[in-house]
């Protein structure tokens, strides 16, 4: 390590000299006792915080720590410095439910993870039996043995086999129509406090349409297909504020927007 200093004398009397040579004395020696500290401080704790989780609990504090001890068994009772902390801050982001990782180090003997989780939007219960997540940026989540996220969820005539790892829906190959639309429309809904609030599940059926069921209520919004779903749930929106508002939510079987600038409503 090389340290340049560079200090103008010109126009000091002698005791200010004095004072620059010993200040610039006592910063060099800081800096040496800095840099030889830190190569003999021993790591004595692994200190790990999650920031940006909301009600999430989709991974614990003892996952991350399996992740940093697979990659250093010996880190306790090491040398701090031995940690390279730009791989392990890679190695901890390859697990599917962590959007971000940033590792340090502390002079004291701690090393800090703070640890941001993914956020999920949708719950897929696909025809191979085996449910996962989709988060809000369109990449595949395993679900969690820690808990149940409350999101929108998803079941019906959906055809894929989630194996794990980080799969993201619109440059995935493997990934069928059916859950990029899934994905377009729970973003839709999940980017509107009101229609979030209002909806439940979403449905594919057998000719690939979709249907979503209300929080309150029992009736079904038969949406279509995707073709002008903005626009589709933005009408939605506005008969559930300007009409159902004032009426019985109980009063109808079905509510059809399939029809162009069109709801039709069944009632029981």
């Known amino acids: 390590m090389q340290i340049k200093l560079k200090t103008d004398y010109c126009g000091m009397n002698k005791k200010q000299k004095i004072y620059a040579i010993i200040s610039l004395a006592l910063i060099v020696l800081t800096v040496v006792l800095y840099i030889l500290f830190s190569k003999q401080t021993l790591c004595k704790k692994v200190e790990i915080e999650f920031v940006d989780t909301g009600n999430q609990n989709i991974i614990s504090k003892e996952d991350v720590k399996q992740i940093i001890f697979s990659e250093y068994k010996n880190l306790l009772g090491s040398p701090i410095d031995n940690v390279n902390l730009g791989l392990l801050e890679r190695k901890i982001e390859r697990y599917p439910s962590i959007k971000n990782a940033d590792v340090f180090k502390e002079i004291n003997g701690v090393l800090g993870i703070k640890v941001e989780q993914r956020k999920p939007i949708l719950r897929v219960f696909s025809n191979s039996g085996k449910g996962f997540y989709i988060d809000e940026e369109g990449e595949l989540m395993p679900l969690s043995d820690k808990g149940t996220v409350r999101v929108l969820t998803s079941n019906g005539n959906i055809n894929y086999n989630y194996k794990g790892g980080i799969v993201k829906v619109y440059s995935d190959t493997t990934v069928s129509k059916t859950l990029k639309e899934l994905y377009t429309l729970a973003k839709y809904i999940d980017d509107d406090d009101f229609l979030k609030a209002q909806t439940e599940q979403v449905y594919v059926t057998n000719k690939n349409e979709y249907e979503l ?13 995707m073709y002008d779903y903005e626009k589709k749930l933005k009408h939605l929106k506005q008969f559930y504020l300007h009409y159902l508002n004032q009426h019985s939510w109980k009063k109808y079987t079905y509510i059809n927007l399939k029809y162009k600038g069109q ?6």
């Open 213 to 225: 069921v209300p929080v309150v209520g029992n009736q079904i919004i038969m949406l279509g297909d």
């Open 263 to 268: 709801i039709v409503c069944t009632k029981r």
